[in-house]
T-cell receptor
């Protein structure tokens, strides 16, 4: 079991649907991340939140909309996705204090399929 | 732009054998991480390497870092089937928390 919890584990949606992915951690981490991972590829960074503020957006299309309601929760709102958006979406968290350089802790991911 | 290269990308080895995975990166960094990922699963942190000459060991895995050569190695000793997974190195950039991942090494250990 990981300390970063993602729901749902699987999601199938049509291109016109709106859905949300959720991520929760209770490790006191103040940095949270969304990654997209295609099969047999490394994770690709999408967004970084630091102290609940968006600090990095890797030029992600606007059909992906992140939200960090508090220090423990991270959401990814999905709307009008394309088939190429089908992937494993991973959430991660870490300490913000760079001096510690602790690793990012990953959730188990949400496997997203766009019909 | 930071680039991270791993090799080999695919590694099939027999149980009991030793092998090394290499991770090269293109610009100065002060932190390097190794992760393991089983199929369909999350990434599990294995090692954090922060200084030149750092060496860390856990079971049959040993990781090292040479910041001058911009090279990290992950050495596998007397491989067992349970080590079959994909191994990623990830390098920290100079700006904030961003990590750049290598392509991953898909390791298969055969009986």
């Amino acid at each position: 079991d990981t300390e970063v919890t993602q729901t749902p584990k699987h999601l199938v949606m049509g291109m016109t649907n709106k859905k949300s992915l959720k991520c929760e951690q209770h490790m006191g981490h103040r940095a949270m991340y969304w990654y997209k991972q295609k099969a047999k590829k490394p994770p690709e960074l999408m967004f970084v939140y630091s102290y609940e503020k968006l600090s990095i957006n890797e030029s992600v299309p606007s059909r992906f909309s992140p939200e960090c309601p508090n220090s423990s929760l991270l959401n990814l709102h999905l709307h009008a996705l394309q088939p190429e958006d089908s992937a494993l979406y991973l959430c991660a968290s870490s300490q913000v204090d760079l001096i510690q350089y602790q690793p990012q802790h990953f959730g188990d991911g949400t496997r997203l399929s766009i019909l | 732009e930071l680039k991270v290269e791993q090799n080999p990308l695919f590694l099939s080895m027999q149980e009991g054998k030793n092998y090394t995975i290499y991770c090269n990166y293109s610009t100065t960094s002060d932190r390097l991480y190794w992760y393991r990922q089983d199929p369909g699963k999350s990434l599990e942190s294995l090692f954090v390497l922060l200084s030149n000459g750092a060496v860390k060991q856990e079971g049959r895995l040993m990781a090292s870092l040479d910041t001058k050569a911009r090279l990290s190695t992950l050495h596998i000793t007397a491989a067992v089937h349970d080590l079959s997974a994909t191994y990623f190195c990830a390098v920290g950039g100079t700006s904030g928390s961003r990590l750049t991942f290598g392509e991953g090494t898909q390791l298969t250990v055969n009986p």
